[in-house]
């Protein structure tokens, strides 16, 4: 009995000493950091891209930034909401408002990681680092997409769970291929948004889940895409080279909290671009495409299974 | 008087309009460009580029730098201070943090934006003017009255960030502005400003005389028989509503104002119609020449107009105080 109660103890020991493990990786704004092997306290300071893969991979999230939703007044988490109705409470809470981060709201979570993002968070890294170890996780630095996703599941030791879910998701793009690509092999695109507020259009070279999966199902993007400067998921063209958007299909964005749907969408493009309906080859054949923003920017393996959703839905 | 002045600009103004309507990040032959004027159609999307993202950018360029070239000129005068300027004195600042406002408070846009835009503008001045008498017996009254519209716009600006900070995702669409830019759907905001404008660029020029007279010092002026406080408030607000239009229409773009009245004090002096003309026609044509190089420079990308002419003017204002030095040192 006694040696049992020893055992107990040094297995216990021994599980707590393997939790307070470290390894020091190399974040994607070039810092080496010192993390926990197996982070227990994960708090993302970016809702729509660590958060949602954080949560999808079943990493100990604890924390999340949130936006205020001005018709209920309440805060939720972008794309966790709409992806996996994903709010706070229930394990989750919230570690700041978006774009306003509270240092003690995030202290007070006890967090043994942070993941913050380059975009918005990289200048309180300093800070960040005082509270606990923070991996800078950057989804436009020119990367596949997915082998970012790869890099933040390594740092909540979760790339085990991430190599089943990207299995399923090969299983499935090999499924679908024959459907949606039926009546053409090859066929082109071009991602983007009309821009009414300046009358411009905004060009993606990767848009998360929506160019990942057209990509793997292997329509060719235009060659505007190309003229997006290297390293950049986007960029603003000038209205003027509408003409250039002359692919099979033209692959869009919508916000619905706004109101927005694919006519709208048609309707910001022909402000922008008036009788841009008439001569693009995409909006005369039905194929300008609008879907739903939050679902489609993460490159989550739920938004990518959106995707497909919509995809094989318009093949049908 | 140098009677080749009168028409020169307005040659430099036509020539830089036409380039404007013929370069861009589509290649358009001349022959398609002429024809969108004279049998538009439609249905030819390049007959749409011209005229409804060309010629329309074109007018606004047109409007706002007149306006700021003007503005600025008034500015320059009544105040005799040559580091003054829409910009220098908060007036941009100041429209630009009471249009945030009204966006995040009341959901103006549009038109309406203009009269809280024109009370932030007169509100900044005022305080600008208030700061720098309270710096009266200081060093130098002209660095003191650029200093307190430094300091004026600066808290402006802080504000309008704070409002920004409130709910950036409702901001998103107007950074562009806030920066000064020229968007392809500017001249919707521009057409009621226009009228305001036009009424404000007349008022300049039947106040031109009472300014010059101005300018000799208030005691003279007084004796000449111009109501002093009427001529400078009245000049004042007209330059103030000069900015603020154009401020409405494209946001806080700076040294246009700064710049032009120091290009027409060089070549024709301060006193007369001539200035003003100079600078209605020079500030078209600078903010015309910046939306040029704007929508050049990365093409297919468009530059914000306001950074172009930020880096533009600010290395032409270095060459005129290069020059200006050099000029009073012989």
Same mark, same amino acid.
Request: proline fraction near 4%.
């Given at each position: 009995?006694?040696?049992?109660?020893?055992?107990?103890?040094?297995?216990?020991?021994?599980?707590?000493?393997?939790?307070?493990?470290? /390894?020091?990786?190399?974040? /994607?704004? =070039?810092?080496?950091?010192?993390?926990?092997?197996?982070?227990?306290?994960?708090?993302?300071?970016?809702?729509?891209?660590?958060?949602?893969?954080?949560?999808?991979?079943?990493?100990?999230?604890?924390?999340?930034?949130?936006?205020?939703?001005?018709?209920?007044?309440?805060?939720?988490?972008?794309?966790?909401?709409?992806?996996?109705?994903?709010?706070?409470?229930?394990? $989750?809470?919230?570690?700041?408002? /978006?774009?306003?981060?509270?240092?003690?709201?995030?202290?007070?979570?006890?967090?043994?990681?942070?993941?913050?993002?380059?975009?918005?968070?990289?200048?309180?890294?300093?800070?960040?680092?005082?509270?606990?170890?923070?991996?800078?996780?950057?989804?436009?630095?020119?990367?596949?997409?997915?082998?970012?996703?790869?890099?933040?599941?390594?740092?909540?030791?979760?790339?085990?769970?991430?190599?089943?879910?990207?299995?399923?998701?090969?299983?499935?793009?090999?499924?679908?291929?024959?459907?949606?690509?039926?009546?053409?092999?090859?066929?082109?695109?071009?991602?983007?948004?009309?821009?009414?507020?300046?009358?411009?259009?905004?060009?993606?070279?990767?848009?998360?889940?929506?160019?990942?999966?057209?990509?793997?199902?292997?329509?060719? /993007? =235009?060659?505007?895409?190309?003229?997006?400067?290297?390293?950049?998921?986007?960029?603003?063209?000038?209205?003027?080279?509408?003409?250039?958007?002359?692919?099979?299909?033209?692959?869009?964005?919508?916000?619905?909290?706004? =109101?927005?749907?694919?006519?709208?969408?048609?309707?910001?493009?022909?402000?922008?671009?008036?009788?841009?309906?008439?001569?693009?080859?995409?909006?005369?054949?039905?194929?300008?495409?609008?879907?739903?923003?939050?679902?489609?920017?993460?490159?989550?393996?739920?938004?990518?299974?959106? $995707?497909?959703?919509?995809?094989?839905?318009?093949?049908? | 008087?140098?009677?080749?002045?009168?028409?020169?600009?307005?040659?430099?103004?036509?020539? +830089?309009?036409?380039?404007?309507?013929?370069?861009?990040?589509? !290649?358009?032959?001349?022959?398609?460009? +002429?024809?969108?004027?004279?049998?538009?159609?439609?249905?030819?999307?390049?007959?749409?580029?011209?005229?409804?993202?060309?010629?329309?950018?074109?007018?606004?360029?047109?409007?706002?730098?007149?306006?700021?070239?003007?503005?600025?000129?008034?500015?320059?005068?009544?105040?005799?201070?040559?580091?003054? !300027?829409?910009?220098?004195?908060?007036?941009?600042?100041?429209?630009?943090?009471?249009?945030?406002?009204?966006?995040?408070?009341?959901?103006?846009?549009?038109?309406?934006?203009?009269?809280?835009?024109?009370?932030?503008?007169?509100? !900044?001045?005022?305080?600008?003017?208030?700061?720098?008498?309270?710096?009266?017996?200081?060093?130098?009254?002209?660095?003191?009255?650029?200093?307190?519209?430094?300091?004026?716009?600066?808290?402006? !600006?802080?504000?309008?960030?704070?409002?920004?900070?409130?709910?950036?995702?409702?901001?998103?669409?107007?950074?562009?502005?806030?920066?000064?830019?020229?968007?392809?759907?500017?001249?919707?905001?521009?057409?009621?400003? &226009?009228?305001?404008?036009?009424?404000?660029?007349?008022?300049?020029?039947?106040?031109?005389?009472?300014?010059?007279?101005?300018?000799?010092?208030?005691?003279?002026? &007084?004796?000449?028989?111009?109501?002093?406080? +009427?001529?400078?408030?009245?000049?004042?607000?007209?330059?103030?509503?000069?900015?603020?239009?154009?401020?409405?229409?494209?946001?806080?773009?700076?040294?246009?104002?700064?710049?032009?009245?120091?290009? &027409?004090?060089?070549?024709?002096?301060?006193?007369?119609?001539?200035?003003?003309?100079?600078?209605?026609?020079?500030?078209?044509?600078?903010?015309?020449?910046?939306?040029?190089?704007?929508?050049?420079?990365?093409?297919?990308?468009?530059?914000?107009?306001?950074?172009?002419?930020?880096?533009?003017?600010?290395?032409?204002?270095? &060459?005129?105080?290069?020059?200006?030095?050099?000029?009073?040192?012989?």
């Amino acid at each position: 009995m006694r040696l049992l109660a020893l055992a107990a103890i040094l297995a216990g020991l021994t599980l707590s000493a393997r939790a307070q493990d470290t /390894h020091t990786i190399t974040d /994607h704004a =070039g810092f080496a950091v010192e993390i926990p092997v197996e982070p227990l306290r994960v708090v993302s300071l970016h809702d729509w891209t660590a958060t949602v893969m954080t949560y999808e991979l079943g990493g100990n999230l604890v924390g999340s930034t949130g936006r205020l939703n001005k018709t209920t007044g309440e805060y939720f988490i972008r794309s966790g909401r709409e992806l996996y109705q994903l709010g706070f409470g229930h394990g $989750v809470e919230m570690a700041s408002v /978006h774009g306003q981060l509270d240092m003690e709201m995030i202290a007070a979570l006890e967090p043994d990681l942070i993941i913050g993002n380059t975009g918005d968070t990289l200048e309180f890294r300093d800070q960040l680092n005082l509270i606990a170890p923070t991996m800078m996780f950057d989804p436009q630095n020119g990367h596949a997409p997915l082998d970012n996703y790869r890099d933040l599941a390594g740092w909540v030791n979760r790339t085990e769970k991430f190599d089943e879910l990207l299995a399923q998701y090969e299983a499935r793009i090999a499924a679908a291929k024959p459907i949606i690509m039926a009546e053409n092999a090859a066929p082109t695109y071009v991602a983007m948004t009309p821009n009414p507020e300046d009358g411009d259009i905004r060009i993606f070279s990767t848009y998360g889940a929506q160019t990942q999966v057209l990509e793997d199902l292997g329509f060719l /993007h =235009g060659a505007i895409a190309d003229r997006v400067p290297d390293g950049e998921q986007e960029a603003y063209f000038s209205a003027e080279i509408i003409g250039e958007l002359n692919t099979d299909y033209i692959f869009s964005s919508h916000i619905v909290d706004d =109101g927005e749907d694919e006519t709208t969408m048609l309707k910001q493009l022909e402000e922008v671009a008036p009788g841009a309906s008439q001569t693009l080859p995409s909006v005369q054949n039905n194929k300008f495409i609008s879907m739903q923003r939050f679902f489609v920017y993460p490159t989550t393996f739920a938004a990518m299974n959106y $995707v497909l959703d919509e995809l094989e839905a318009l093949a049908k | 008087m140098k009677a080749w002045l009168i028409p020169a600009p307005l040659v430099v103004l036509l020539v +830089l309009s036409a380039l404007h309507l013929t370069l861009g990040a589509a !290649s358009i032959d001349l022959g398609v460009i +002429l024809a969108a004027f004279t049998a538009y159609d439609p249905t030819n999307y390049a007959h749409v580029v011209v005229i409804f993202q060309r010629l329309t950018r074109l007018a606004v360029a047109l409007y706002a730098g007149a306006a700021l070239g003007v503005s600025g000129l008034l500015l320059q005068k009544i105040m005799q201070n040559g580091l003054v !300027s829409p910009g220098t004195l908060g007036i941009n600042a100041g429209a630009t943090t009471f249009v945030v406002l009204g966006v995040f408070l009341l959901g103006l846009s549009g038109p309406g934006l203009f009269l809280p835009a024109l009370l932030g503008g007169i509100i !900044s001045v005022m305080l600008t003017l208030l700061v720098s008498r309270l710096l009266t017996g200081q060093g130098d009254p002209k660095l003191n009255l650029v200093l307190a519209g430094s300091m004026i716009g600066a808290l402006f !600006s802080a504000l309008t960030t704070f409002v920004l900070s409130m709910d950036p995702d409702s901001f998103g669409n107007i950074i562009g502005w806030i920066v000064g830019d020229i968007g392809n759907f500017d001249y919707q905001a521009l057409a009621p400003m &226009a009228p305001i404008g036009l009424l404000a660029l007349i008022a300049a020029a039947v106040m031109s005389r009472a300014v010059d007279i101005l300018v000799l010092g208030d005691e003279q002026a &007084a004796v000449m028989g111009v109501n002093v406080r +009427l001529v400078y408030g009245g000049t004042l607000l007209v330059a103030i509503v000069l900015a603020v239009s154009a401020v409405t229409v494209v946001g806080p773009i700076g040294f246009v104002g700064l710049v032009m009245p120091h290009i &027409a004090r060089i070549l024709v002096g301060e006193i007369g119609r001539l200035p003003l003309w100079l600078c209605l026609v020079g500030g078209a044509a600078l903010l015309t020449g910046a939306d040029i190089l704007a929508r050049l420079l990365m093409a297919p990308r468009v530059l914000n107009v306001g950074t172009v002419m930020g880096f533009a003017g600010g290395l032409v204002f270095l &060459a005129l105080v290069i020059f200006g030095t050099r000029r009073s040192e012989r």
